[in-house]
């Protein structure tokens, strides 16, 4: 059987690494005036949105290691619609998770050490995280993905950030739908509803009672039209020593 799981996330979800790289939220709505001020924007060269990803602090912000794919240069914050920018800062370097390879092997997680450090305000804000390795969800609770883009499968990009409320599915139950999953990670959206993520969310925050549990990682392939298969995040929790030393210390470890 190990055999066999280690088969499939070898030749699909392997495969599925680049296919959520953009904002799609399915089924959401426009997010609440001054909520969710910890969300940024990873732009490219040409100042095209390419993936989210959320404060933890002034200087650093948490999205997934894929998104490096894209070669962002800066983030946007402190804005809900991405044609009135309120605040850019330019990406000094990127830390991802040492192990990581591809989205199908996991540790689809980096941290992004910002050219200045952000003073906190009613415009920009942070989000905290877990305080232990164990994010304590349970089947059925009700948590948020927010994010820019399209909303639906060949929609045209949206301007305003848009949530989406999503529930956590069981992890043996995830599994199953998927024949084999990376280890550390969250399932939550995507399937038994029509609601979740879509290409690419990426690097956008799970956020259940307010903590910041999970990092937007896949889906599968460019199938936006739930319910699929579910929607895959990285555990933040099983990486809060790391996320924890690159704080402390201001390099990647």
């Known amino acids: ?24 939220i399915i089924h959401g709505k426009k ?8 969300m940024v924007s990873l732009q490219n060269k040409w100042g095209h949105h390419v993936c989210g990803g959320f404060m933890v602090r002034g200087d650093i912000v948490v999205t997934a290691a894929h998104c490096a794919e894209e070669r962002p240069v800066r983030v946007v914050l402190g804005t809900h619609k991405l044609s009135e920018s309120y605040m850019s800062l330019d990406i000094e370097y990127f830390c991802k998770f040492p192990t990581y390879k ?10 992004l050490k910002l050219s200045g450090e952000v003073t906190l305000s009613n415009r920009v804000k942070i ?14 609770q009700i948590c948020s993905v927010a994010g820019w883009g399209q909303n639906g499968t060949h929609h ?15 992890p043996q139950l995830c599994r199953e ?23 690419g969310d990426s690097g956008g925050p799970l956020v259940c009672k307010g903590v910041a549990v999970g990092v937007v990682s896949f889906n599968r392939n460019f199938y ?8 895959v995040y990285t555990d933040i929790s099983k990486y809060l020593l790391w996320i924890n030393n690159i704080m402390n210390t201001k390099k990647c470890v």
């Open 102 to 111: 591809s989205v199908g092997f996991g540790a689809d997680i980096m941290l």
């Open 177 to 199: 739908k998927w024949g084999g999953l990376p280890p550390n990670v969250i399932c939550a959206g995507g399937y038994n509803t029509d609601k979740g993520f879509c290409q």
């Open 156 to 170: 045209p990009i949206v301007d305003d950030l848009r949530v989406v409320n999503v529930s956590i599915l069981d």
């Open 1 to 24: 059987m190990h055999r066999l799981s280690t088969f499939l996330l070898f030749n699909v979800l392997a495969c599925l690494g680049q296919n959520v790289q953009g904002s799609y």
């Open 127 to 140: 989000i905290p995280l877990p305080t232990s390795s164990n994010a304590n969800l349970r089947d059925g």
């Open 31 to 38: 997010a609440p005036a001054n909520s969710m001020q910890y």
């Open 224 to 231: 936006c039209t739930y319910p699929d298969v579910p929607n």
